[in-house]
Every structure is written in C-alpha cells, then in structure tokens.
C-alpha cells in the first residue's frame, strides 16, 4: 500500500478525491494549504504527491520546488487551469506530470501508478554488478545500476528523466515522436498532453548537455549517437 500526500484547499476536491483513492488502495494523508503541505512531507515523505497549484499560503508550484530540493519522488500537479504557462511553470518546478480538474478518478490513479512504477525502477538494485555501461562522448548510462555520469560525475535524476534518458539510450539514432514517448515513459494509453514531453527533454538538457538530444522538427527527437 502506497503512502500519498494530496495537497488541495477545496474541502469537497480533497474530500471526494482521498476517498475515491483510498478505494484503490492508496494511503492518503491531506493538507489544505502549501504550508501544511510543506510541513506534512517533511515530518514523513510519501511514495508521491499529488499537489494542487493554486494554494493559499504557498502555491503548488512553490510546494514541488521545494520538496525538490530533498527528494525524487514523483510529483503530480492538478488544477482547472491548463494554459500553457501554467503547465510548464509546474513541470519546470519539478513536477513529473500535470493533470486538469475536472478529472476521472480512474485515470488519475493510473497516472499515479504510472509514476510509482517509474519510481520504482528508478529505485531498483542492479541484479549483477559490472555489466557494461553505454557512452556517448562524455556521457555514461549503466542501465543495471541506473547510474548516469557526464564527464565522470554522477548526475542526479528523477525517476522519469532517469526512465526518459533510457529510452534514447536504447535507441540511439532513432526519432521518438513525443506520443511514443508518452507511451513508454508515462503509460499514456490515451492522448496525452505533448509538453509533459517537451519540458521533461529540456530538464534533461540541463542535466546531460544542451547539445545532446536533437529535436527533429515535426518528429520529436533522438540522442545523437
């Protein structure tokens, strides 16, 4: 049983949704205001954190950063709010994908499960040690230890850039349309929203150098060889 920590100030929103979670299974602990919130996740870090961006006290988006400034669990942010700045706003704070009210119980807790299993392989112990690591110029992925060094330093990754990377790294070379990667990256099985995709390759960017992964307009993108 997964622990969670819905963050929302609408008393019937956190109301309906901690019960229709709870059904699944999920163990779901609430907060009504950023602040809360905060001080909810530092006295005990949940699996993942379902985050309302529009909060009084501290907003969603302030809550996801500082949550990760000390940890990689996946974050999920929620509002009526779907404009584009709103989205990448949260994404780029560190959220791992962004759902809008209103929303079907049940595909948000296939999201969750989604993310839960990103972070779980993001958390798996190798089963042999030693195998060979993949590099591409100064860039290095061990896939069975899920490690990733650029320029022999080891980078920090949430679960779903971790997951992203390793799907260029099995194909590189190849273009990935951005609803290939929705599919095997989130667990999109329906039409997802493009610019999770989009911001996720950016903070990879960030991370393994700008000039690493290509954008092939119209296509997606590929990992240079």
Sequence with gaps: MSDLLLVEDDAVIRE???????????????????????????????AVALLDVMLPHLDGVSVARRI????LI?????????????????LEAGADDYVTKPF?????????R??????????????????PALVFGDLSVDPEAMEVRSRGERLSLTPTELKLLLEFTASP??????DVLL??????????????????????????GSDRIETVRGFGYKLRR
């Excluded at 949704?17 to 949940?46: H, K």
């Design 16 to 46: 309906a949704t901690q019960m229709a979670l709870e059904r699944y299974g999920l163990r779901v602990r609430t907060a009504v205001d950023g602040l809360a919130g905060l001080e909810a996740f530092e006295r005990d870090v949940p």
């Design 68 to 71: 990760r400034e000390t940890s």
């Design 74 to 90: 996946p974050i999920i942010m929620i509002s009526a709010r779907s404009d584009a700045i709103d989205v990448i706003n949260a």
């Design 104 to 112: 079907d119980t049940a595909v948000l807790y296939a999201r969750i």
């Design 114 to 131: 989604a993310a839960l299993r990103r972070a779980a392989t993001g958390a798996k112990v190798p089963v042999s040690a030693g195998g």
């Design 173 to 178: 070379g190849i273009v990935l349309s951005r």
């Design 183 to 208: 599919q095997r990256v989130w667990d999109y099985a329906w039409d997802g929203d493009t610019r999770v995709v989009d911001v996720h390759v950016q903070r990879l960017r960030v991370k393994i």
